[in-house]
């Protein structure tokens, strides 16, 4: 399976500052995708990072990828209580006609 | 509002009962998906839908019986199902076939329990 794991499972923080949330997988992906998910709602989505592509910036996001390592980081800086979701990593396999989701990082800002 | 909306958004069945979810993209999409979201378990793709073809089955039980009669509608038809069959239900769409490095749009969910 290429499912991504996301690590922490949990986080909590203050606010204002950076919370780091990581991201593993297994196999050669096309891309990545982050997604951010308010408690019972539907998914909403962050960026999108290709293959070829080692950093990207949105905002106050900035999402890293590692292909050697399988791995990509999203850092929300100068973190906001509104911050306070689960985020989720997704890959798109080569190959393959589907997006596979992590568990999710559960992130808590506190005031 | 993302431009895919859900209906019902809450649903609560027996184990009996026929009932149908509906799914409707207001995007102009090409792809329509199915997700199963349970408690403690990632994100579940069911069904995948490009250009009203299905092109994906995720081996779900035939309770499930999606619909696809144009690219901007999808239904989900549950019939008999059973208690863990609770869950909340997700609907995406993307613009192209499959995913092609599209970013998917997911409508809010229809929280469903089965008693």
């Known amino acids: 399976s290429q499912q991504g794991e996301e690590d922490p499972q949990a986080l909590s923080i203050q606010e204002g500052e950076n919370a780091t949330m990581n991201c593993s997988y297994k196999?050669?992906?096309?891309?990545l995708q982050w997604y951010r998910q308010n408690s019972g709602r539907g998914l909403v989505h962050l960026i999108l990072?290709?293959?070829?592509?080692r950093e990207k910036h949105s905002g106050r996001l900035r999402v890293t990828l590692d292909t050697s390592k399988k791995s990509s980081s999203l850092l929300i800086t100068a973190s906001r209580a509104a911050d306070t979701a689960s985020y989720f990593c997704?890959?798109?396999?080569?190959?393959?006609?589907?997006?596979?989701f992590g568990q999710g990082t559960r992130l808590t800002i506190n005031p | 509002e993302t431009g895919v909306t859900q209906t019902p958004r809450h649903l609560v069945m027996g184990m009996t009962n026929k009932k149908s979810l509906k799914c409707e993209q207001h995007l102009g999409h090409n792809a329509m998906y199915w997700y199963k979201q349970s408690a403690k378990k990632p994100l579940e793709l069911m069904f995948v839908y490009s250009l009203e073809e299905r092109v994906e089955n995720n081996s779900v039980p035939s309770r499930f019986s999606p619909e696809c009669p144009n690219s901007s509608h999808l239904f989900l038809h549950l019939h008999t199902l059973q208690p863990e069959d609770s869950a909340l239900y997700l609907c995406?769409?993307?613009?192209?076939?499959?995913?092609?490095?599209?970013?998917?749009?997911f409508g809010p969910g229809t929280r469903l329990t089965v008693t």
């Open positions: 990072i290709r293959s070829n592509e």
């Open positions: 997704a890959t798109d396999a080569a190959g393959a006609q589907k997006l596979v």
């Open positions: 995406a769409s993307s613009q192209g076939p499959g995913t092609g490095g599209y970013e998917q749009y």
């Open positions: 196999t050669s992906i096309n891309n």
